[in-house]
């Protein structure tokens, strides 16, 4: 992997909300996202009762309402923690 911008092949990672982002280490271009597995179980709540709490914290009943009522993009991560 090289970058599309300046050519390099030396890359950090760094954190952006619950992604991990590579990076260019001499243009700091961003250059793609890092493949992670179990992401429900670092994803924390941002909205509602739960807020702030990481998914496997929170009881199931409240998740199951949540994929029933919300429509939100994490909620998928909510459907992944109920397949476990």
């Not at 050519?7 to 990076?23: A, C, N, P, Q, V």
């Not at 992401?39 to 496997?56: E, N, S, T």
Request: some cysteine; overall charge positive.
């Amino acid at each position: 992997m090289k970058c599309y911008n300046c050519g390099s092949t030396d890359f950090f990672e760094k954190k952006r909300s619950m992604h991990l982002g590579i990076y260019c280490r001499s243009c700091l271009t961003w250059i793609t996202w890092k493949e992670q597995e179990n992401d429900w179980k670092q994803f924390k709540m941002p909205i509602g009762k739960y807020k702030g709490q990481h998914l496997p914290d929170i009881p199931e009943e409240y998740r199951k309402w949540c994929v029933e009522n919300m429509n939100h993009k994490f909620v998928r991560y909510i459907k992944e923690s109920l397949n476990v």
